[in-house]
């Protein structure tokens, strides 16, 4: 028998009972926090009750749900992520344009080729602040780099954008040298290229990684999408400075086409769940699906304005305006049309009634985790 | 490795007692999850979370003649009840999907994340086909059942198991649980208990995840208990999309070259 | 079961495993409902009526296990000639006093002889029936007998009469359960009972508490005797009880009306001394023969070398009852004013006791109030959480009572025994110190007494005599001088007086002073001064009886009666069901549990006429504990409310009584006062529907240990009423949103949970519909909400005092209380529809007259 000094003890009465507490009721004089849950940091016992928003039954629910409540966690990612959609799409789209330009555009495309190397740059940084604001623990981004998991496209992103910004930051700071270090910027532009390329494109398929209903039923899409608006933003941007020329020809085909791609990845993208509609829904309904139309409507707008690509600077800027308007809106109508995806339980069991669930492998996966041979650093 | 430690959930023995739950917290210290009346039978639960690692769930039924009501009163009536927990998948979305490695399969062949590596990225959550694991807001990380490693360790039985009076919970060799479930659902079968099925006791039955380590025999759909009928670890499909990705990677690349070289070769003339 | 002995049911569901059929009989469909074979939704305040019809149904098939009846009940014995049924008296026996407001039990007598009941006399209100004026002297074993069942006045006949109209068609209008359904149960338990079978009853407090509570009993008791279910394994009937230990604060009893080991209490009517109390209580016949030795050792307990039998063992000194102090009637003097003092331990009155507007008026108007709890609960709170201090009614200000709250230590920080369903005994340990100045009960009550004694040995007063004989010197230990439970246990099992030698059971006691014994029952739970409750080897590593986990009493025998378990040659009814036998070579009971029989004693010994003691039990014998040995089906003495168990509807009903004209039980306590309105007998317009009551897996009694808790709260956090979509429907409610339920007691606010589970009833052509109500709910806590115990009456059972809390009407509309309002009701007459005019006005004796 341990004797426990004497001192006054919190007691269960109505000054406990005003005071904040953890929600776990363990009194720290006579018990250890220790648990594995106990380090979970508690501010108040009343997180979102987003669990129990139940969504509303239907009659024509094919399947029965449980009392309407979500199946899956909706992402948990705040605005910064679609922001960075946008912005590391632009960027990587400029990155790309500005390896080609040095490679293959000759003298006459030197200052475009500055140009997108800077916004490289600037969208790479300003990206990875942005996906460190979205983090639980923002202090631990460096844990993004600790290991590299090839099934993980947020892995793969993560180095990608780590590479690019530092190709790019090479690119930028050593291109304009002689000799070697200039060698070595231009090494860096070119390989900011092409991790640029792969930068615009990998948040689709990071997005498609998940069990979000309607992102993985997009998974080839998405892709594009992201890659063509990525073009199209880029194009965007470029073309509200002032320049002549080739690099105005340049830019505007670079965007054309990339509003073209971002066109046809939408449309593809609403037909992608041709068995289970209710796993598009979010897409022709309510305000996701308006932002959906507006992020159509708007690239239609500034592909229609930019027209041919002889029109006045107004034009230009007006086209410009409303392209990168389009891709923001396309942006923000995935990321929400997502959530709201993943909060929708219909869309999940009837999908994979309709056979969009593991039924759609063409073989089964090996039943062991996947091995990592590439080396993970602790 | 030592052989691979889960569960078997067996609903056709659970009351309904919650114990679980409480086991759960309670030997975890996790907080509370509010008071939030649902109005949903008697779970008031709702879901896993990042602070609630085994959840409840009761589903009243009314049951037509024709299926046999279970029990004859004039109005066939069931109440099922199931006790849900992380399903420690062999192919686990939630580890898969995480960048940091935090999330690591562990000695038992159960997945764990860990907390002191976590940094909040929140693509676990999303990642996972059963909607199980999640980030917390105060706290920031990404939080599950750790099939109780700390006990594990010590060779002691996780603390949902333990406390489940009617051993509905039933804590072993993964290997060996599953002949026992094949066992039970004979027999339920032979006393003329219709609709119960086995959910994830192997790769066959549910491809898309491998198989689960913490599998269920239920008494009806996977559906009824929010549970989804043909999961798919996101991974598996990833080759597709990274495909796509490449192959419109490659084409903004050239589009880039091609522009370059017309509007260069423009600019000559 | 499966909701609140969620643990005690994985044997349930064991038996459920290896092909038992499960039968659920409860007004709602629970989570038991849902592991059962089979759900009866029955109304509630009719099961009388339920298991009547099955008594009926198993005598019109002749499905009674015929040799067990003859054999073990008293089924063959010849009742006296004045005996009047209710069959005859439309609801009535023979013996209603109106004057008294009680029956004469005269009538109720055996021909030719007479009964103690067993334990003594308890009749709450000292009658003339009770004590020492009882009123057949003869020994009970001088019955008259008629083994073929056929004489019309034999037990048998009687209570074939008694239930002839409880046919299916009746228990359909009365409980509303289809003919169907009911003749399913009655084949499955025939089908399941006799020789190779049985089946066991398992009840908690949806039985007991009913102005009726006891003959609930009754009856099962009749229909598992008439099934020869009785004493058998897989048999019996099972006392779920509240929580945990309840069982032994019966048997070390907090009940005002009872010694250690149910020993009757001296009334100052009867018991002026010693001998008188025992003369009074004794029965000449069977094991209760030796009750002297017990009362002697339990003073010898007590008082030590200070009783004597020359002092007459301090008995003249001790206090009396001088009518009835149970709780509703202590707490309603207490409202008037007259009690001054108020222990509460570990119970939470302002929320779990019934009118709970009405206790904490007498907590209210009590001079001091000590409240020993784990939290600040409701009752430590009344004076500024109740909702009458929270609506402005009564201002704090106001309150003159003096509080004084002690924490108290939980019950891993003290060790003792829980003594729980199966009469089990188990030591727990103590785990940690109690924080602060948190202590056990023990401690408080063990210094409380201590300084009393100091003060009663300065004072040199007469009247303080009892406290300075005491023998209280308990060894304490460690700095809070914590006193040894394991001495108290020691003296609750015996010793020898005044070396304290242990017993090894209450076979060694005597009634000559040299021996001291707390609690006869338990005696044997320390024998060889060995903790025998602590015992605790793993089943798996002993017989399917399991002695040797922990300690049962009497004696370690883990099935009661269990000598009915063979026939009277001493073979087991069935070689599958075997529990005890006569081992022929070794002269000797013996079996798989400790026998209920004398060990020695042969089979086919009988007693010789006129034997007393011991002698006079014989081979056969399997109820010792009844003076004539035999399981009664008619209880000819020990009960107020009759012999034999009858459906009445509860105060407040929603049907007329279908069987008789007297609608109610016409021994209820009833309290008619302006602070505890009644409703209509029947057909209240204003509350037409049927409330009950239930819990919660989830919460705990009161809620004093549940309430407190995030972990518990959340998983049931709001006060809700459960009703079926029919009900919501009629009164336009939502499922999920505000209702109030309302009484004339008072008014509660819950959220509405619509839920098929619960089912209106076809009740005599009526539909009635029943609104579920937890009582876990209280002003304080971190889930708070409208108590359940503010609707309920105080009216009881006369037996025991228990009150009504499972059968009332009420009323439930949308929308969320304004105030405690409480709507009209009857005036203060009580309602004469209750009673037929011969039973009269009955009047609680210590009340005050109505104002």
Known sequence: MTTVPVHPVPFLGPRE??????????????????????????????????????????????????????????????????????????????????????????????RLEIRCRVLGLVGDVLGSGLLIADLGRPGRFFNMLRVFRPTSPMSVGSWILALSGAANGAGVLLGRRRGVLGAAGRVGTAAGGGLGALLAGYTGVLLANTAVPLWQAARRELPVLFVGSGMASAGAVLELFPDSGASRKLTHWYGSIGKVV????????????????????????????????????????????????????RRERIAAALTLAGALATRLAVVHAGKRSARDPRATFEGQRAGMGAAELSRAPVPKPAAFKLPVVR | ???????????????????????????????????????????????????????????????????????????????????????????????????????????????????????????????????????????????????????????????????????????????????????????????????????????????GTGGLNAFFLLLDEPEVYNLPPDPVVPTVKGRESWTFAGLAAAGMFLTAVAGAVLARSRSIR | MAENHPVGFQWVMEARERGATLIHVDPRFTRTSAMADIHVPIRPGSDIAWLGGLIRYVLEKEAYFKEYVVAFTNA?????????????????????????????????????????????????????????????????????????????????????????????????????????????????????SGRERTSAFCYAVGWTHHSVGVQYIRTAAILQLLLGNIGRPGGGIIALRGHASIQGSTDI????????????????????????????????????????????????????????????????????????????TTVVDMADGKVPGYFVMGENPAVGSPNAALQRKGLRNAKWVVVRDLAMIETAEFWKSAPEVQSGEVRPEDIPTEVFFFPAAAHTEKEGTFTNTQRLLQWREKAVEPPGDARSELHFVFHLGRRLIEKARASGKERDLLLRSLVWDYPTNGEVEEPSAE???????????????PVKGYTELKNDGTTACGCWIYSGCFAGGVNQTARRRPGREQ???????????????????????????????????????????????????????????????????????????????????????????????????????????????????????QQCNPARLEYPRRDNLYH?????????????????????????????????????????????????????????????????????????????????LEVRGKTVHTIGVPWHWGSVGRTTGGSANELLAFVADPNVSIMESKALTADIRPGRVEAARRGPALPLESDPRRDLPQVGQHEMPSQEPLR
């Open chain 1, 17 to 110: 009972l005003s005071r904040d507490t953890d929600g776990r009721e363990v009194d720290p004089s006579l018990g250890l926090l220790q648990g594995e849950g106990a380090a979970q940091r508690v501010r108040t016992p009343e997180p979102h009750p987003g669990h129990l928003a139940p969504t509303r039954l239907d009659a024509a629910a094919r399947t029965p749900t449980y009392y309407g409540l979500p199946v899956l966690q909706e992402p948990v990612w705040i605005w910064t992520v679609p922001a960075y959609l946008f912005v590391g799409g632009l960027a990587g789209a400029a990155s790309a344009l500005g390896a080609a330009s040095l490679i293959a555009g000759g003298p006459a495309l030197e």
């Open chain 2, 1 to 207: 490795m030592t052989a691979a430690k889960g569960f078997f959930t067996d609903t056709s023995l659970c009351i309904g007692c919650k114990a679980c739950e409480v086991a759960c917290k309670q030997w975890n210290q996790l907080p509370a999850d509010g008071l939030h009346f649902s109005g949903n039978s008697y779970d008031n639960t709702g879901h896993l979370g990042a602070s609630t690692w085994r959840h409840v769930a009761f589903v009243e039924q009314t049951l037509p003649a024709a299926l046999g009501a279970e029990n004859d009163s004039s109005v066939g009536m069931r109440w099922l009840m199931e006790s849900d927990v992380c399903k420690h998948c062999q192919r686990a979305g939630c580890l898969e999907a995480c960048p940091t490695g935090a999330i690591i399969r562990t000695e038992f062949d159960s997945v764990y994340v860990q907390p002191d590596v976590c940094n909040g990225c929140g693509y676990c959550v999303a990642a996972c086909p059963f909607g199980v694991i999640d980030r917390r807001d105060d706290d920031g990380r990404a939080w599950k059942c750790t099939l109780c490693y700390d006990r594990l360790s010590d060779g002691m039985t996780p603390a949902c198991a333990k406390s489940c009076p009617t051993e509905s919970i039933q804590f072993g060799d993964v290997e060996e649980l599953r002949v026992r479930a094949e066992g039970r659902l004979a027999q339920l079968e032979q006393r003329g208990v219709r609709g119960a099925q086995l959910y994830g006791q192997d790769a066959r039955s549910q491809p």
């Open chain 3, 680 to 760: 209509r007998a029947w057909d209240d317009p204003t509350y037409p529907f049927v409330l009950t009551t239930f819990r919660l897996t989830e919460h705990h009694t009161a809620g004093g240990m549940s309430r407190w808790l995030w972990w518990l709260s959340e998983l049931q956090p709001q006060m809700f009423v459960e009703i079926s979509p029919e009900l919501a429907r009629l009164r336009g409610i939502e499922h999920g949103a505000w209702a109030t339920v309302s009484t004339a007691r008072g008014s509660i606010e819950a959220r509405a949970l619509v839920t098929r589970r619960l089912r209106p």
């Open chain 3, 253 to 328: 009893p907090t009940l005002f009306n009872i010694f250690p080991g149910y020993l009757p209490m001296p009334t100052t009517a009867h018991g002026a001394t010693l001998d008188r109390y025992i003369q009074g209580n004794t029965s000449p016949t069977g094991w209760w023969s030796e009750f002297p030795k017990y009362i002697v050792s339990l003073l010898k307990a007590w008082f030590g070398d200070a009783a004597t039998k020359q002092n007459d063992y301090l008995w003249a000194a001790l206090p009396r009852l001088t009518g009835d102090h149970s709780h509703l």
């Open chain 3, 487 to 501: 001495a108290v246990l020691t003296e609750i099992n015996g010793y020898t007086w005044p070396e304290r030698k």
């Open chain 1, 262 to 313: 971002a066109l046809g990845a939408m449309v593809a993208m609403e037909r992608s769940a041709p068995r289970a509609p209710r796993v598009t829904e979010p897409l022709r309904s309510g305000a996701t699906g308006a932002l959906w139309r507006a992020g159509l409507a708007l690239t239609a707008a500034g592909l229609f304005a930019s027209g041919l690509g002889n029109g006045t600077r």
């Open chain 3, 543 to 661: 017989s399917w009886v399991a002695p040797e986990w922990g300690w049962a009493w009497p004696a370690n025998r883990r099935t009661l009666y269990n000598r009915a378990s063979a026939d009277l040659e001493g073979r087991p009814w069935s070689e599958r069901k075997r529990l005890v036998w006569w081992d022929a070579a070794t002269r000797t009971w013996t079996g798989e549990d400790v026998p209920d029989i004398i060990a020695d004693r042969d089979p086919s010994y009988r007693a010789p006429p006129g034997v007393e003691g011991l002698a006079s039990i014989g081979g056969n014998t399997a109820f010792l504990m009844q003076s004539d040995g035999l399981g009664w089906i008619h209880a000819p003495t020990g009960l107020i409310d009759g012999p034999l168990p009858t459906h009445y509807e509860p105060p407040e009903s929603v049907a007329k009584n279908a069987l008789y004209g």
């Open chain 3, 76 to 192: 063959p014995v010849i009742l006296r000639e004045d005996f009047r049924d209710t069959e005859d008296l439309d609801g009535l026996f023979s013996g209603w006093s109106a004057k008294d407001g009680e029956y004469q039990v005269d009538s109720w007598q055996y021909e030719g002889a007479g009964t103690v009941p067993a334990a003594g006399h308890k009749h709450l209100p000292a009658g003339s029936t009770a004590g020492a004026d009882a009123p057949d002297k003869r020994p009970a074993t001088l019955q008259q007998r008629d083994e073929t069942l056929q004489h019309p006045r034999c037990v048998f006949q009687v209570l074939r009469r008694h239930f002839s109209r409880y046919t299916p068609e009746i228990v359909e209008q009365i409980c509303g359960v289809p003919r169907s359904l009911f003749e399913k149960v009655a084949e499955a338990l025939i089908r399941n």
